[in-house]
């Protein structure tokens, strides 16, 4: 299965407002490991940056002047996402920014080019109800070092929600490894089996007799043995 982290910077929190997508991060992976193919790139977004979003990302306008437009780089996203499953933390947000992107270019949505979208909070909140479940408190949760984000950047929470994904995910691999190991084991204990080794013992005279009584019955009811 072929699998893509995603996750965005934004100049703020409502792309219906006309904010727009300032970084964009897919991680790929196939078969739950990772393949070291990626897509990052940072995008001018023609516009502000709100103070508070500078904040959380440290992105300023300045730095993303030169950088291509969102025009410019979308063939090429699609591209590397087409036909994977994306898993993205708080799906509804990045999708909602993308789409919103999409359609600034007459493009169909973000769901028509990939195989599915998992939210990765909803299933925490599933797994953890009444606890927090952003990214650095389930990263502090199942052990895994977050300590270089001292800022939101795309690439890095998309690696990061790679190995949450999976540590969330885990018993699933198992159960799986497990129904394979005991498929292997059923199969070799079939083909193992050395029927030669049987005995065949013929039947007494009382088993014959009754046998042929049985086919007698059926006979005599119209019903056929064969």
Known sequence: MRQIFLDTETTGLYPDQGHRIIEIAAV??????????????????????????????????????????????????????????LIIHNAPFDVGFLNMELSRLSMDPLPSFVSGIVDTLKMAKEMRPGQRNN??????HYGIDNSQRTLHGALLDAELLADVYIAMTRGQESLLMELSTSEQQTMQSHIEVDFSAMKRLPPSEEELASHQQYIESLSKSGASPW
Do not use: W
């Open 135 to 140: 990214l650095d408190a389930l990263c502090r």
């Open 28 to 85: 790929e992976m196939l078969n739950r490991r990772p393949t070291q193919r990626h897509f990052h790139l940072y995008i001018n977004p023609e516009r502000e940056i709100d103070a508070g979003a500078q904040e959380v990302h440290g992105i300023s306008l300045e730095f993303l002047q030169d950088k291509p437009l969102f025009a410019q780089i979308a063939q090429d996203f699609i591209a590397f996402i087409r036909g994977a499953e």
